[in-house]
């Protein structure tokens, strides 16, 4: 069942952090909505503007409503991850999405407001959520690229400001994080008192951690051994969830570690069995590999075993 971004948010926030995890293809749709099944787990799908341009948007949008009666027990969300103001008003518009993502982090103070506020207008109308950015994560994005050294961390008294202008559901916060395989490439870790602070200031808004894939070093030697050339590829501390959800962190965005999990299935199964030239015996391991990386992320998270309370929420 598709519900609404915030009623996941009201029943998750200051207990545990939801996973919001980006997909591309039919083999990830089935082994996410396995893996979350399997620990119980209510959850968000996230489409970026990459993703919905890799085939057709239209075909995602058939995949995930096509799972949804495939697996009629799923409690879910559909969220577009950093969109720019014409693709949210894309999403709005066509009725499938519960809530978008507006990213105009790499504006100024004033412009972020002034689209966010744009971009709140038009979803509010029609019943969606939106989250939007404030500080600046260090990593690649889609359309922004962000020296680490230079990431801005977010400003508590703006995070409030900004809340205030624009009436933003929810909020990413750039909290020491960032996107991709090569986090902290210097010594820093989360910032919680930062966290804590903006909690302070927007206490019950759902705040967002972006870039929280950890780069399991196991996954990563793994994917060395079989070919592969990721030196230096580090993550989040999956051990800090529990404690960024008791400070208002509601959803957490997870993608490389998914991207992970499909690099190291490819390169083994292909180093092992070199003969082998079928799509659908690699395609049947990797989706059971993206259920057990799901399962077990939603134990990190602590979202799973709530699907059934949730299921009387909502019902
Ligand atoms: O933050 C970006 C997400 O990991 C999505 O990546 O734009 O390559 O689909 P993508
Ligand atoms: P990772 O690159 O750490 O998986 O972050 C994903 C993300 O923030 C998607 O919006
Ligand atoms: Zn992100």
Redesign the pocket.
Known sequence: MIVTTKKLFEAAYGKYAIGAY?I?NLEQTMGLFRGNLESKAPFII?I????RS?THKLMLEGLILSAEKVFPEAIFAVHL??GDEETCYDCINSGFYSSVMIDASHESFEKNVEITKRVVDAAHAKGLVVEAELGQLG?V??HVKVDEANAKLTDPRQAKEFVKLTGVDSLACAIGTS??AFKFSGSQGLHFDVLAEIQKQIPGVPLVM??SSSVPQEEVARINAAGGELKGAKGVDAGQFKRAAELGVTKI?I??DGRLVWTRVHREFFRDKPSEFDLRPIGKVFMAEYAKFIADKNEKLGSAGHLDELRKLVS
Request: aromatic share 4%.
């Open positions: 980006n591309n996230q970026s503007k990459g993703a890799y991850d950093h990593g994005e889609e996107h991709g972006h870039g965005n993608d490389t």
